[in-house]
Each structure stands twice: as structure tokens, then as C-alpha cells.
């Protein structure tokens, strides 16, 4: 009879994971490396002007540009598994990554019956699942994590017509779903708005506007958890997945199962999972053959005996 497994929640400190979005020139790049001790990952070299060079000097910052998907989940895996001094990620903007990993996804797709690889949308949902995999990185990654995009008219059908009802972000469509907070950055004079457009956080309202700066950001959040230390994450190694497969094959083990491990991991693929929970499903399987074994072994020893 199987039991209850529920148990008693507690409040657990989670890094912060925003996403900004605004107009070109508002002030998204000044706004999140403003965060602490930023490792700022720009897709559109932006960082290189003058006044990013200095802020980024002063919260002890750091650059990387690139524009290759790829490239981006492997820095994310580099900074969830070292030991370094930095507390913010932030990737400046994703629409460049984004625009890039579709084009991606459309050549690899590409054949005599599908030219530009883009038929029934399907080089989409491969771009949908990878960046699946790169949200679950960053839900395990031990930093704020600041995600900026490009902002686009957002319109609505209105009978036959296309009407214009607002501003919306130009990058993965589900993006807003997956960040506790999310902020429309606006520049109302000169002054730097803040609205908050989706909250699960309490103590910022969804609709209310607030003066953007990283102080009004960290005494809302929380400034010991913005400004902690990040520490690193053992990932599992290849030797230890491929064990677990070779067990998940021989034992024939329900893909629902697997699924199951997954989602409690909160990660896509194994390779994603950490070192500690590899290493626990592992013992799960070994146990579990050890039980085939005894099961096996003690049915041919019944049969042995009805035979006698």
C-alpha cells in the first residue's frame, strides 16, 4: 500500500530570476549590470561603449559576447559547476540569441522535401526545447539571473484587422511564463520607470510602477540574497549517465518513470542533473536489479521444488 508523501512546505530563499524588457535606449543594459558583481553575457556588443566599460569596473564585472546559442548553455554550465566570484548573470540581450538558435534549427532541419527547414513549424519546437533547457539551467544556477530583450508592437485581431493595444518583448513567446518577475523598463523624462507587468513575488504588485534601480530592486527582494555568494553545482558526469542508461535499458525502466525523474530534477535532459541525483537514481536501479535478481532466483528455486 503505497503512502503519503507530502510534506510541510517551507520558505526557501531563491536566487532572483527577472526579465526585462523596453524600447531601444531605454536603459535595459545599464539597469542589470547594475546588479552585483555582473558576468554579462552581450549578444549585440553593447557592452563596448564607454559608460558600460565603467559600471561594469565598478561592481567588478565582466564580458562575454557571443551570439551562438551553443555557446551561451555552455557558459551557463561553466558558471553553475566552477567556483568564481560572480552573483549576477545577465544575458543582454536574448532576442539575438533567440533569432539566432531559430535560423539554427531551421538549417539543421533542411531537406529535398522541406528547402528552408521551417515546414509544420517544426524548427521551432526544436528552438521551444532547447530553450527549455537552457531555463532549467538557470532555475538550478546559483545567481540572479537578468534576461533582457527588445520590445515590439503587440496587436490584437479585431475583426478583419490587426489593432495596435500595446508593447510587448520580441523573443520566445512563453519567456514571461517562466521568471518570477517581469518588468517593462520605461523612460518617463528623465527618469527610469519600472513596470511590473508579472509577479509571483509579494512584495512587487503586478500593474504598479516603481523608480528602477537596483537598490529599489534589492530592498524589495531582499539585499542579503541578491548580494551572496553564488556556489557551485557538481553536475553529473558522463561516465555516471551513461551508467544510468545502460540500467534503464537493461531493466526496461517506463519512460513515464523517467519523465517523473525529470520533472522532480526540474531539468530536460540527465545531463543537466547534478552530480548527487544521477548518483541516487543510479543506486535506485541498482537496488531495484538487485530485487529482479532475488525475485528471479526465488522463483526458479519454487519451480525446482514443485518439480521435485
Given at each position: 500500500?503505497?503512502?503519503?508523501?507530502?510534506?510541510?512546505?517551507?520558505?526557501?530563499?531563491?536566487?532572483?530570476?527577472?526579465?526585462?524588457?523596453?524600447r531601444?535606449?531605454?536603459?535595459?543594459?545599464?539597469?542589470a549590470?547594475?546588479?552585483?558583481?555582473?558576468?554579462?553575457?552581450?549578444?549585440?556588443?553593447?557592452?563596448?561603449?564607454?559608460q558600460?566599460?565603467?559600471?561594469?569596473?565598478?561592481?567588478g564585472?565582466?564580458?562575454?559576447?557571443?551570439?551562438?546559442?551553443?555557446?551561451?548553455?555552455?557558459?551557463?554550465?561553466?558558471?553553475?559547476s566552477?567556483?568564481h566570484?560572480?552573483?549576477?548573470?545577465?544575458?543582454?540581450p536574448?532576442?539575438?540569441?533567440?533569432?539566432?538558435?531559430i535560423?539554427?534549427?531551421?538549417?539543421?532541419?533542411k531537406?529535398?522535401?522541406d528547402?528552408?527547414?521551417?515546414?509544420?513549424?517544426?524548427?521551432?519546437?526544436?528552438?521551444?526545447?532547447?530553450?527549455?533547457?537552457?531555463?532549467?539551467?538557470?532555475?538550478?544556477?546559483?545567481?540572479?539571473?537578468?534576461i533582457?530583450?527588445?520590445?515590439?508592437n503587440?496587436?490584437v485581431?479585431n475583426?478583419?484587422?490587426?489593432t495596435?493595444?500595446?508593447?510587448?518583448?520580441?523573443?520566445f513567446?512563453?519567456?514571461d511564463y517562466?521568471f518570477d518577475?517581469?518588468?517593462e523598463?520605461?523612460?518617463?523624462g528623465?527618469?527610469?520607470?519600472g513596470l511590473?507587468?508579472?509577479?509571483r513575488?509579494e512584495?512587487?504588485?503586478?500593474?504598479?510602477?516603481?523608480?528602477f534601480s537596483?537598490?529599489?530592486?534589492?530592498n524589495?527582494?531582499?539585499?542579503?540574497?541578491c548580494?551572496?555568494?553564488?556556489?557551485?553545482?557538481?553536475?553529473?558526469?558522463?561516465?555516471?549517465?551513461?551508467?544510468?542508461?545502460?540500467?534503464?535499458?537493461l531493466?526496461?525502466?517506463?519512460q513515464?518513470?523517467?519523465?517523473?525523474?525529470?520533472?522532480?530534477?526540474?531539468?530536460?535532459?540527465?545531463?543537466?542533473?547534478?552530480d548527487?541525483?544521477i548518483k541516487?537514481?543510479?543506486?535506485h536501479?541498482?537496488?531495484?536489479?538487485?530485487m529482479?535478481?532475488?525475485?528471479?532466483?526465488?522463483t526458479?528455486?519454487?519451480?525446482?521444488?514443485?518439480?521435485?
Amino acid at each position: 500500500m503505497s503512502k503519503l508523501r507530502a510534506i510541510k512546505p517551507e520558505k526557501i530563499e531563491k536566487r532572483l530570476k527577472a526579465f526585462f524588457y523596453g524600447r531601444a535606449g531605454v536603459g535595459k543594459t545599464t539597469a542589470a549590470i547594475q546588479f552585483p558583481a555582473p558576468y554579462l553575457i552581450d549578444t549585440e556588443k553593447g557592452s563596448e561603449n564607454d559608460q558600460y566599460i565603467k559600471l561594469l569596473e565598478q561592481s567588478g564585472g565582466v564580458i562575454f559576447q557571443t551570439s551562438d546559442f551553443n555557446e551561451l548553455i555552455q557558459e551557463v554550465r561553466a558558471l553553475m559547476s566552477e567556483k568564481h566570484s560572480y552573483k549576477t548573470l545577465v544575458i543582454d540581450p536574448m532576442t539575438i540569441l533567440y533569432n539566432d538558435l531559430i535560423d539554427k534549427c531551421a538549417i539543421k532541419r533542411k531537406s529535398s522535401s522541406d528547402p528552408d527547414g521551417t515546414a509544420y513549424g517544426g524548427h521551432m519546437k526544436v528552438a521551444e526545447a532547447k530553450m527549455k533547457e537552457l531555463i532549467n539551467l538557470l532555475y538550478q544556477l546559483d545567481m540572479n539571473v537578468i534576461i533582457t530583450s527588445h520590445q515590439k508592437n503587440e496587436y490584437v485581431m479585431n475583426g478583419k484587422e490587426m489593432t495596435l493595444v500595446g508593447q510587448t518583448f520580441d523573443c520566445f513567446k512563453k519567456m514571461d511564463y517562466l521568471f518570477d518577475l517581469v518588468i517593462e523598463i520605461q523612460k518617463r523624462g528623465k527618469e527610469r520607470i519600472g513596470l511590473i507587468k508579472k509577479s509571483r513575488i509579494e512584495s512587487f504588485q503586478e500593474d504598479t510602477t516603481f523608480k528602477f534601480s537596483y537598490d529599489e530592486i534589492a530592498n524589495k527582494y531582499g539585499r542579503e540574497i541578491c548580494e551572496r555568494s553564488s556556489n557551485p553545482i557538481k553536475l553529473a558526469s558522463k561516465e555516471d549517465i551513461e551508467t544510468l542508461k545502460i540500467l534503464i535499458d537493461l531493466y526496461k525502466e517506463p519512460q513515464e518513470n523517467i519523465q517523473k525523474w525529470l520533472d522532480r530534477a526540474v531539468v530536460s535532459t540527465f545531463e543537466e542533473m547534478s552530480d548527487d541525483i544521477i548518483k541516487k537514481l543510479i543506486n535506485h536501479m541498482e537496488k531495484k536489479s538487485e530485487m529482479l535478481k532475488n525475485k528471479e532466483s526465488n522463483t526458479v528455486i519454487k519451480l525446482n521444488e514443485n518439480v521435485a
